[in-house]
């Protein structure tokens, strides 16, 4: 079964930077695909950023492109989400999800961390 575990989250100013781990165990990473989703208080959870298995694939929400890098260490079992020049409207709880195949639909992923927050003050 796998487990994913989120961190990094926290408050920061518009402008700023954070960056976001998350650590995956139970299963063989790199046969997954692994994405970042986030949610805000009363809105659905809504793709950010999508890494396939061997990272060598990349997609990105439109609001994000050009701000939000993700990467992943098959070797250390962890992706990341490099997140730059961070806007009030990024505030929401981010998770990090994994699926057996290349999506960036929320439904396809079958295993979820349990979320970190992220607040960007203006």
């Known amino acids: 079964q796998v487990q994913l575990v989120e961190s990094g989250g926290g408050l920061v100013q518009a402008g700023g930077s954070l960056r976001l781990s998350c650590a995956f165990s139970g299963r063989t990473f790199n046969s997954y695909a692994m994405g970042w989703f986030r949610q805000s208080p009363g809105k659905e959870r809504k793709f950010a950023a999508v890494?396939?298995?061997?990272?060598?694939?990349?997609y990105y929400e439109t609001s994000v492109k050009g701000r939000f890098t993700i990467s992943r260490d098959n070797a250390k079992n962890t992706v990341y989400l490099q997140m730059n020049n961070l806007k009030p409207e990024d505030t929401a709880l981010y998770y990090c999800a994994a699926s057996g195949i290349l999506t960036t639909e929320p439904g396809y992923f079958g295993s979820w961390g349990q979320g970190t927050q992220i607040t960007v003050s203006s």
């Open positions: 890494i396939s298995g061997n990272g060598d694939t990349t």
